[in-house]
Every structure is written in C-alpha cells, then in structure tokens.
C-alpha cells in the first residue's frame, strides 16, 4: 500500500472517534472551569432501614418511605464556597431510571452543608443525585441514593 493511501486511511479512522470525543464532551451542563475542587455528599433521612431491591435492572439497598410523606435530605461540601445545590430525581419506569423531578437544597451558613426536604413522591422506586453549581457551571454530583416510596 502507497504511504499516501495510509495517511487518507488514517485521517478517515480519526474522523469517527473525533467526533465521538467531542459529542461525549458537550453534555448540556457545562463544567466549571477555574472553580476550586469540590465534591458533596447526600444522605436521605428520617425514612426506613435500607433493603435490598431490585427495579430498572439495578440491585441496592432502597430506603423507604410512606406516600404522603416528607423526605429531608443534607450533606456536606468538602469546599467552603458560593454554592447551590439541586437534588435530581430519577423514577423507575419502563425498565429505566428516568426524570422525574428536583428539589432545592439549602447551602447553610457555614457554606460547606446543605439541607432540604420534598413530600415524597407517588409510589415507586427512585434515586436521587445531588448536583453542586456555581452560577450555572457544574462542580461536581453526588454519589446516587436510592428509595422507594410505598
């Protein structure tokens, strides 16, 4: 083979993981940059002993509370700063842990816990994720906690 037709060959294998690599990178929410490293925890309180369960194909230990109830949640920020926090939720329908609502948590005094409730939602099985922005760049997400509501 000609060195020219493997440089064409080459140039035309690098095309598809370009963009790859560039669609991957462009999500919707974009990333802070120059922003101090953060990262946050979460914990959903006040319900159930956690059980193991299965829904949407994925097997964790689902804290549980009672329809009509109120679910508090908080955590800690591991950098003091200028933050907000939004807990995302995600519900198991149709085999999938799709969108299913948000809540606001509120970044305390000493800027580095956060605390918030929303009334539970209907009958389910869910997960929450809490995500840390600075104005509207993302710093970081929470590790997922899952519950569901009977």
Not at 137 to 149: G, I, M, N, Q, T
Request: net charge positive; glycine share 12%.
């Amino acid at each position: 083979m000609r060195p020219r037709h493997l440089l064409i060959l080459l140039l035309l294998g690098a095309v598809p993981v370009a963009l790859a690599l560039l669609l991957a990178g462009g999500g919707g929410t974009k990333r802070a940059r120059g922003v101090p490293v953060a990262q946050l925890s979460l914990q959903l309180i006040d319900g159930s002993s956690a059980v193991a369960l299965a829904a949407c194909g994925v097997t964790h230990h689902y804290t549980a509370y009672r329809a009509g109830a109120t679910v508090r949640f908080r955590g800690r920020i591991t950098q003091p700063g200028n933050w907000s926090v939004t807990l995302k939720l995600k519900a198991c329908t149709s085999g999938a842990f799709r969108p299913s609502g948000a809540a606001t948590g509120k970044v305390l005094p000493d800027r580095s816990s956060y605390e918030g409730s929303f009334p539970a939602p209907i009958g389910g099985y869910y997960f929450a994720r809490a995500e840390l922005k600075q104005g509207n760049a993302l710093v970081a997400r929470s590790d997922k906690r899952y519950f569901h509501v009977r």
